[in-house]
């Protein structure tokens, strides 16, 4: 134990000597946060405002980023709902612990829009060229292969040329019935516990929570059957949602991401896959698709 | 469309002519629900009330389970801390999303009880014939094995004779600070997100929360760094820990485990691991360590 001890502080004196301005920069190398503060503005991206959507809670405003390449049509959908103020005044109608938080409208109640209908399921798409998709190495247990694209988990399969959307953490779902063909997304979920990937292909993925996932997190779990709230307990309350691109610019979130098709992007995932912080003393050498970090920031545009 | 739909009605009616009393079994396997209800009253097993921690917030009782195969001297050490009222009037200092909610000795505030110490790690241990261990089949990105043992899930590394438990949802584990040997139970915190393995055998795990999770997930997250609470925000109050043995026959909360030695155990697991409930059309056909099924039950003691 002495000696170890002794080994131990012979590394702490040589890392702090290693950071003393002038010197030469020693082996170890930079914490992920270390790494984060450093990189190069131009590895963030501003999503596109007409595939954002604010979630306005009575706790604060959520953040959601749409997916063009996975779901087009459900992504139309939202819009559309969204621009029609479906979903301003209904509720939050489940929270199942470890699970989901689901919102939008129960059991119908409220007519859809005109030219808004329930769609095919897009589940899984083809492999092509122009998607981009930054591979992890470390193997997933549910696909042959995983990794990222535009910013989003993704599994994919070359056998059968497929490609869909992971159920990570913080991951946004359509609401269906028992038919595949029966989701529009007038109700939608988001995984607030550990992924639930045997939803994957089940369930059509829309986008992502990119900031206030807390504030769907925390709500208290629904006490009837799969945390859908009993009638004794309050629904906490949708606001609004809103398209980004219809608020005015100075009004927006100014929230960017990290580009996972940047090189750099490389370096922050191997910062947390083998983590040098000295509270780490066995670095885990591997990561798995829902542990590998997706960075947002908020950063002001530029004033003219 | 239409001839899926017709071939989707025909699957469904043979399905509920599978279920009606008199005929013979049909091909569809029961779903988990199903299965879980008719199991026999021998696969479950009630902890040991020597092993059982109470842990009481203002919103009502977790139930934790330690584990003596795994961290006997950190088990040990919060029987002594528990029977000292060490936790009674502490709070809950730290919710940090996605990742843990941690209770306890706020920087040292409370002095150790006579006799409790800070403890060696028990990260991992050697791997013996005495100690259970149910496979899972399909792989982990962390660990050359990976299955259960005695309710709790495990890894382990045939090369290296090592086992350990892993974090998943609901694990719980012993706070400590840079080094190793730092850690006596003061602090404890417990998974409330995407299981965060790369904490395996960098921190001693102790236990698993069989019942109460909610009340521990859906706490407010702290607004300052790592989740810890802001000074303006209110710390939930840990009004007593109690070991169940303390507690008298009468008031001691029923609870029961499903043992995962049993042979059933893998009729669970499989069920899981291909759904077969109406709503899943393409089954995952495989199952990660933290999503495997370990369900309880309350089941009170036979009136004498």
Redo the contacts between chains.
Sequence with gaps: ?KLRRIV?RIAVLLALIAVLPGLPAAAAPPTYAELLATLSDADWVRPDPADTLYLDLEGGRVVIVLSNDYAPRHAANLRSLVRAHFFDGLAVTR?Q??YVTQWGNDAGARPLPPGVKAL?PE?ERAITPALPFTPLK?????APRVGHSRGLPVARDPASGKTWLAH???MVGVGRD????SGSGEELYVVI??????L???VTLVGRVLSG??LL?????GTAQMGVYAPDQPRPRVLAMTLASDVPVGERVPIEVFNTEAPDYQRLVEA?RN?HD???????G???L??APLPVRMKPLAAH
Tied chains: 1, 2.
């Design positions: 134990m131990r929270v612990d470890d095919a589940f470390d193997g997933d247990v549910y990570c953490y913080a028992m038919a595949a063909d516990g550990h992924a639930p990937r045997h994957d292909r089940n996932m807390e997190s925390e709500m208290p779990r947390r983590r000295e509270f780490f003393k066995v670095p885990a591997r990561i798995d829902c542990n």
